[in-house]
């Protein structure tokens, strides 16, 4: 089992920033991925920013040149740092883990809303 918290979600003005985190415990193996998701209201989740241990990161188009997603695999813990925030960006936002094991975990969200 892997539990995931996140924290750092708020209420922020267009153009504002934010920087989530979210520390996972448990069985956390070596190899794993882990980022970011987000879902609006009406809308389907959808994947952010993901990150995995040996390095690789992957963004989609619409936050490239504004998030930044980080690891610190010591404290299994993955930061997204948000800048020049859109209203688009308004969502909740879930941390998740996957490992070779075909395990897949997801956090509770934190919730993220910029006000225009």
């Known amino acids: 089992q892997v539990q995931l918290v996140e924290s750092g979600g708020g209420l922020v003005q267009v153009g504002g920033s934010l920087r989530l985190s979210c520390a996972a415990s448990g069985t956390i193996l070596s190899i794993n991925l882990m980022g970011w998701y987000r879902q609006a209201p009406g809308k389907e989740r959808e994947s952010v920013a993901l990150t995995h241990t040996v390095g690789s990161t992957n963004y989609r188009d619409s936050v490239k040149g504004r998030f930044t997603i980080s690891r610190d695999n010591a404290k299994n813990t993955v930061y997204l740092e948000m800048n020049n925030l859109k209203p688009e960006d308004t969502g909740v936002y879930y941390c998740?883990?996957?490992?070779?094991?075909?395990?897949?975990?997801w956090g509770k969200g934190t919730v993220v809303t910029v006000s225009s």
């Open positions: 998740t883990y996957s490992d070779g094991t075909g395990a897949h975990y």
